[in-house]
C-alpha cells in the first residue's frame, strides 16, 4: 500500500479494499495561464490551499525520460510530445473546511486539527489537511466503505508533508517520518515511510495548458516499508522507493506540475488544467464521451466528434484554448452526438467541458489539434 496526496503520485488503497486502485493525486487549478520571466521563487504560506479551492488535474501514463539534471535558470518544455492527449484522465475536486455542512458527521469526528478536507462521493473517502509553520500536511484519510470497518481511520503520525516552507533553491533538504496502519479484516499492514524534500533546481516550465513562468523544482524521494500481519502472524515485509518531482509557481496554491519516477522506465505525470467550472467535488464521471480523432490532423479531417453515451442531463459542451479562454459553447440537449468543425482552430491542445441546464459538470477532458 503505497501513500502519497495531493503533490505526490499515487494513494492506492490495498488490492482487496474498495477504491482498489483509485488515486488521490491531484494538482490545483490555475486561474491564468501565461507568464513570463525567470526568476527564483520561495514556496510559503501563499502556496497553502485554501476552503474553496478547486483543483484541476489533467493526468497520463508516460514513458520517463532522464530527468534533467538539478541547477539553477533551467528550461522545462512539455507542452508537446510528453502528455497523450488520447489517453489523459482529467480530474476535479475541491477543498472544504470540516464545518461544512455538506460533510457526513462520521466523516467531520476526530479530526480537530485539520483546517481542511476533501471529501470524495465516489469512493466515499475523505482526505484531511493542515497548516503549520513548517509546511503543508495530509493527517490522514477516512474510509467510509464497510470493508474497512472498524478501522476506518488511517491516521498518520506525525502528519504526512506534501511540501515545506519557507523553500527556495537556496534551502537545504527536509526530512520527514511518519508511520500508519491500515487494516481489512483481520489482516494489518504497518507502513513506515520516510520522506526527502530537495529543492533541486528552478526555471521556466512550460506545460500543455501554457507557460507557467518560473518554477521552483522539488524532488521527493521517498523510501517505504510495508509489515503485513494476519492476527499476530508476521506475513511479509516490502520496501518501495519512489521519487517525485514537483514543480511550483509563487502564484499558486500549490504544484502546476507533477512527475512520478517508480521503478522502470514508465511513470505517472499531471499537469493543472486551465479553470473550468467550479463544481464542489466532483469525482467521477457522470456522462460518457468518445472524442475522436483525437489527435485530429486538420488536413485529414475538418471536424472533431463527440458521442455521447448516459447523458440525458447533458446540455451545454464548452470547449477552452490553452489559456482557460472559453471559444465554442453548444447545446446539446437531447442529442447522443455531435461534429465541430476545427478547421478555423490553431494547433494545440483543447479542453471541453459537459454540463447539465443547472451548470452542474457531468465530464471534461481534452483534445489536441494538429495542423
Known amino acids: 500500500m503505497k501513500i502519497h496526496s495531493f503533490s505526490k503520485i499515487p494513494l492506492t488503497l490495498p488490492a482487496a479494499g474498495i477504491g482498489a486502485g483509485k488515486s488521490l493525486f491531484f494538482a490545483f487549478t490555475l486561474t491564468a495561464l501565461t507568464y513570463s520571466g525567470k526568476a527564483q521563487i520561495t514556496l510559503t504560506s501563499e502556496n497553502f490551499p485554501t476552503a474553496g479551492t478547486t483543483i484541476t488535474q489533467i493526468s497520463d501514463t508516460v514513458t520517463l525520460d532522464t530527468a534533467s539534471a538539478p541547477g539553477a535558470n533551467q528550461t522545462w518544455n512539455y507542452a508537446t510530445g510528453y502528455f497523450n492527449p488520447a489517453y489523459q484522465d482529467t480530474t476535479i475536486e475541491q477543498f472544504d473546511s470540516l464545518t461544512n455542512p455538506r460533510i457526513p458527521t462520521a466523516y467531520r469526528t476526530g479530526w480537530i486539527s485539520s483546517d481542511l478536507v476533501i471529501y470524495n462521493t465516489t469512493d466515499s473517502a475523505a482526505s484531511y489537511y493542515k497548516s503549520s509553520t513548517n509546511g503543508f500536511f495530509l493527517e490522514g484519510l477516512y474510509l467510509g466503505s464497510a470493508l474497512f470497518a472498524p478501522h ?220
Open 152 to 371: 476506518n481511520k488511517i491516521a498518520y503520525t506525525p502528519a504526512c508533508m506534501e511540501f515545506p516552507i519557507p523553500f527556495s533553491y537556496d534551502s537545504s533538504e527536509v526530512l520527514n517520518k511518519y508511520r500508519y496502519a491500515t487494516y481489512i479484516g483481520p489482516a494489518s499492514i504497518t507502513s513506515t515511510v520516510s520522506e526527502t524534500f530537495t529543492p533541486d533546481a528552478w526555471g521556466n516550465l512550460t506545460t500543455p495548458a501554457g507557460n507557467m513562468g518560473s518554477c521552483l523544482r522539488v524532488k521527493l524521494y521517498q523510501i517505504e516499508t510495508d509489515s503485513e500481519f494476519y492476527g499476530l502472524v508476521f506475513i511479509n515485509r516490502n520496501t518501495d522507493t519512489t521519487i517525485t518531482y514537483s514543480w511550483y509557481n509563487a502564484s499558486f496554491q500549490g504544484p502546476v506540475m507533477n512527475l512520478s519516477c517508480g521503478s522502470g522506465n514508465i511513470g505517472r505525470a499531471s499537469y493543472a488544467g486551465p479553470t473550468l467550472t467550479s463544481v464542489g467535488n466532483f469525482n467521477a464521471p457522470k456522462a460518457n464521451v468518445k472524442v475522436y480523432p483525437n489527435p485530429s490532423n486538420t488536413a485529414v479531417n475538418p471536424n472533431i466528434n463527440f458521442a455521447f453515451e448516459n447523458a440525458r442531463s447533458a446540455e451545454i459542451l464548452s470547449v477552452y484554448n490553452s489559456t482557460g479562454q472559453l471559444i465554442r459553447k453548444q447545446n446539446i440537449a437531447g442529442l447522443s452526438f455531435i461534429s465541430l468543425q476545427i478547421s478555423q482552430m490553431a494547433g494545440g491542445m483543447y479542453h471541453y467541458n459537459i454540463q447539465s441546464r443547472s451548470g452542474e459538470l457531468l465530464t471534461c477532458g481534452s483534445f489536441a489539434v494538429v495542423k
